[in-house]
């Protein structure tokens, strides 16, 4: 057996145990899933009770006990990954990186400049435990393999933030602009809060407003 190992960030390791889960998630793949085995149920020509079929034999079945069969079977659940993890994979994607290159050194100069997130990325792929770091591996390792569709990405928290100013009229906020950069506006209306451009993530506000994140609020779904 070849034994492949690839040093990552903070020095650990990618071995043969990555590669050969990713493997079977691989081949589980290219079988049908079973909502694909759903929409072909689905899409079976159905026949009348005096449709004849020549020279066939024909054993009728209600489709709806089918299906309801087919959404009983357990479906291997995908792995989660961030919002910044696509983001991550999206900015290399067209690169036509190795895999030990999608893990190089995510500290360098270069590697902070080619991808502005990349401090938050680690953190959430490193600062954990060791089980849980093999987990976010494995799911990182599923993502720049197999594309987004065989992860799940994990929602944001979303936040919006008011600037105290109490001699104002109305209501000092951040919000993003057209260009997707985050700035100091002003709102008049009681009910900003439900803007989206005001909704922003917590890199978002971190970003170049670090001081203002003690003003944060979570934005309730």
């Keep these: 057996m070849v034994v492949i190992i690839m040093r990552c960030g903070f020095g650990l390791l990618l071995t043969t ?104 990325l680690t953190k959430w792929l490193y600062d954990n435990d060791n089980e849980t770091n093999r987990q976010r591996e494995f799911a990182l390792v599923t993502l720049v393999t197999l594309g987004i569709d065989a992860v799940e990405v994990e929602k944001e928290k979303l936040y919006t933030v008011e600037l105290p100013n109490p001699n104002a009229g109305g209501y000092v906020v951040l919000c993003k602009t057209g260009d997707g950069r985050v700035s100091i506006a002003f709102a008049n209306t009681g009910r900003w809060q439900g803007v989206k451009n005001v909704q922003l993530t917590e890199a978002e506000i971190k970003q170049d407003f670090d001081w203002a994140w003690q003003f944060a609020k979570e934005v309730d779904e």
């Design 17 to 120: 145990t990555i590669l050969l889960r990713l493997g079977t998630t691989a081949t589980r793949r290219k079988q049908m899933n079973k909502q694909e085995a759903i929409e072909k149920i689905k899409n079976i020509e159905t026949l009348n009770i005096n449709d004849i079929i020549a020279g066939q034999s024909v054993d009728m079945v209600i489709k709806n006990q089918v299906l309801d069969i087919i959404n009983q079977i357990d479906e291997p659940q995908k792995p989660k990954v961030p919002q910044v993890a696509v983001e991550f994979y999206e900015r290399y994607k067209d690169d036509n990186l190795v895999l030990g290159e999608w893990f190089g050194d995510f500290y360098s100069n270069e590697a902070i400049e080619e991808f502005p997130r990349m401090d938050e």
